[in-house]
């Protein structure tokens, strides 16, 4: 069965930086697009990156571009996101998806940006 764990989220000052790490497992991982989203209280949850099965192709959302960068490792089945210049507003529980005939997802690792 699909499974998806994310780690790496923490309380880190505006300016900071985090790495965010998604375990993939019971798929073959090098196959797929991975995706990243975010889910803020009182907010729908928003897809902020995306890769390709090489990790070649990748995409972003205007609100990360540029601060945010998604990379992936095949052989560990690992799916990052490189989080530089955090800003309060990036303050959300962050998720890994994959759309393999449904959606999955993840538990979700929680990012707290304040000072």
């Known amino acids: 069965q699909v499974q998806l764990a994310e780690s790496g989220g923490a309380l880190v000052q505006p300016g900071g930086s985090l790495r965010l790490s998604c375990a993939a497992s019971?798929?073959?991982?090098?196959?797929?697009?991975m995706r990243w989203y975010r889910q803020s209280p009182g907010k729908e949850r928003e897809h902020i990156a995306s890769?390709?099965?090489?990790?070649?192709?990748?995409a972003y959302s205007a609100s990360v571009k540029g601060r945010f960068t998604i990379s992936r490792d095949n052989a560990k089945s690992t799916v990052f996101l490189q989080m530089n210049s955090l800003k309060v507003e990036d303050t959300a529980v962050y998720y890994c998806n994959v759309l393999r005939g449904q959606d999955y997802w993840g538990q979700g690792t929680r990012v707290t940006v304040s000072s």
């Open positions: 019971g798929f073959v991982f090098s196959n797929y697009f």
């Open positions: 890769i390709g099965p090489s990790g070649v192709q990748t």
